[in-house]
């Protein structure tokens, strides 16, 4: 999110005025890497369409944002959340810019009547997209159709149940070394950098109960593997080719590409989590975030207190989304029709 250029000289782009390069990158850090891809596709998209129908973008008005709104629900059929998204992001490069925000008001109505009508005619598109919950059942199922033999299966279990017991976000799973994880008679201590709050959290993982599904195990198992190919001090969860052969390098066009060092992207770490849930043959929609919600879930459900399970997966102690979670969980168990009927 550095100095952007113009799309076209009708619809210039924000930049940071009076930053050096260097104080614009440093702001630039500040972002998740994830929040800023979002923000550069819907400013470059709110862009173009400035400069298809002729409109000035910058700054722009309650007016434009509405019909800007109107186009992604009517024309693109972009969910309501998509749409609320670019908001923030013309609002945002409105700031970066040194322009006033425009005001959103005309914007949240459209959002609203979208959301009715997509309501009405019961489009998937009316509920949140939410990842189902990696919860021990859903673990169950994966593991028991993983080959513990080969690499690949040893990786994706370590993967699923480490990321299950640190809570962790796919982007957090990525970021792990060999070196974040220290053994002892408890159990694993693993430094994690948490994305949200930027700051390193040592979180405390024991054995397991049952050694299918124990965190330790599986953990243990890879850095073994690991260690054997003389990767002891390197990225915990690395790629793997077909033939077993891990962090190759990879070459397209006769150059290498992706990590050095074969760290796998949190892309790809969602990928492991939804092949294995497709493999188990589980319906649903699995991601990486599935281990973080489904860790929440049982946690809540095994009787942690709230409180314990923010700290541990590093939510604000009063996080809304943490207690939706725990109020989806407890959907059944503690249904407001139990015993009225």
Request: charged share 25%; with cysteine; glycine share 8%.
């Amino acid at each position: 999110m550095t100095a952007l250029e113009p799309v076209s000289e009708a619809v210039p782009l924000p930049h940071y005025p009076g930053l050096t390069a260097a104080a614009a990158a440093a702001v630039a850090a500040g972002m998740p890497d994830s929040t800023r891809a979002a923000y550069y596709s819907d400013v470059w998209a709110f862009a173009k369409w400035c400069a298809e129908t002729g409109t000035s973008g910058w700054p722009t008005t309650a007016e434009v944002l509405a019909e800007y709104a109107t186009y992604l629900a009517h024309d693109k059929h972009l969910s309501p959340g998509t749409i609320e998204r670019a908001r923030w992001a013309i609002r945002k490069a409105h700031a970066f810019a040194g322009l006033p925000a425009p005001s959103s008001h005309l914007l949240a109505d459209v959002v609203k009547g979208y959301r009715k009508a997509l309501g009405k005619a019961k489009d998937p598109k009316a509920k949140p997209r939410k990842a189902n919950a990696a919860d021990k059942g859903v673990l169950t199922a994966m593991l028991e159709r993983i080959d513990l033999a080969s690499p690949a299966g040893k990786r994706d279990a370590a993967l699923i149940l480490l990321g299950f017991a640190v809570a962790g976000r796919r982007s957090e799973i990525a970021l792990l070394d060999a070196a974040d994880l220290v053994d002892s008679s408890e159990g694993l201590t693993v430094s994690l950098f948490r994305i949200k709050t930027s700051d390193v959290q040592e979180v405390s993982v024991p054995h397991a109960r049952e050694v299918g599904l124990c965190p330790v195990v599986a953990a243990t198992r890879w850095l073994n593997t690991l260690d054997a190919s003389g990767r002891a001090t390197a990225p915990l969860f690395v790629r793997i080719d077909r033939h077993g052969n891990i962090a190759p390098t990879l070459i397209r066009g006769g150059r290498p590409i992706g990590d050095p060092e074969g760290r796998m992207t949190p892309q790809s770490i969602a990928q492991v989590v939804d092949r294995r849930a497709r493999a188990a043959g589980l319906s649903g929609r699995y991601s990486g975030h599935s281990l973080r919600r489904g860790f929440a879930t049982e946690a809540h459900r095994a009787g942690a207190k709230k409180l314990r399970i923010a700290r541990h997966g590093g939510w604000d102690d009063d996080s809304a989304v943490l207690e939706g979670y725990i109020e989806d969980a407890d959907r059944w168990e503690d249904n407001a029709l139990n015993g009225v009927l």
